[in-house]
């Protein structure tokens, strides 16, 4: 058994392609085990596409926090930002809902908050965005322990993932033989150790593949470049507002 797990797509079909592309090359064929993690449509230029795409993939998909703002416009996390700031993403909300149809907007509704799926015998997958119990949730490699085992603890022995923070990582949950990983972000990949003033994004996607195969499990963390070019693109020729401060974060 082998699941292929990708998160964070933030509306670039470009980088989901070249996910599915580097799939497809390695033996994946439609049908085989997938499952998106959430924070799917909202952001790039391209959410119209990411749907089209995931309704031919007929995946799970989780509900993230971007994917529940992009719809009701409530902020449940506890993020401040400034009035520029809401003001922006106010109008690129208001442009993505304009290019998506009432029946795509319906397809979003129904993302799931937890997806559990079989690995082999008896062991389990437990998907969610941010953790089991909230999309909000943040996990990151220095969550403290005592934090991070309450989070998860109360759901094994299940293997956990969840996407959310954009940062490839697995750690062991506890005492126990489980453990929980990020597969990353498929396609708003960046470095979580860049100056304030700075933001710079990956021109790589990355997603995880877990096998179960003879009772032994194997997590794989992978990264593929994508036509940053492309990209760049399908902003101009979006719509798209703020375009330009987006492009800003893949310099040339």
Known sequence: ?????????????????????????????????????GDAIQGGPQPAEVVGRLRELACPVMMGNA???????EETGSETTSDSERQQ?????????????????????VFQPTVTLPLDGERRLLCFH???????????????EADFVALLAAFLPAIQTGGHTHLQQIRHI????????????????YSHQQPDSVF??????????????????RLELRRVLFAVDV??????????PYAAAALAQYPV
């Open 174 to 189: 506890g005492g126990s033989d489980s453990f929980f990983f990020n597969p990353g972000s498929v396609g708003l990949a």
């Open 231 to 240: 990209l760049r693109a399908c902003y101009h020729n979006s719509g798209r």
């Open 130 to 144: 941010g953790s089991p119990q909230s999309f909000d949730e943040v996990i990151l490699p220095t969550t403290p």
């Open 89 to 109: 993403m106010d109008a690129v909300r208001d442009w993505a809902l304009s290019r998506l149809s009432a029946a795509d907007q319906a397809f979003i509704a």
């Open 1 to 37: 058994m082998k699941i292929a797990v990708i998160a964070d797509i933030h509306g670039n079909c470009v980088a989901l392609d070249a996910v599915l592309a580097d799939l497809r090359g390695a033996g994946w064929v439609a049908g085989d085990p997938l499952v998106c993690l």
């Open 67 to 73: 994917d529940a703002w992009l719809l009701t416009g």
């Open 200 to 217: 710079h994004a990956d021109p790589w996607a990355e997603y995880a593949v877990l096998s179960a195969v003879h009772g032994s499990l």
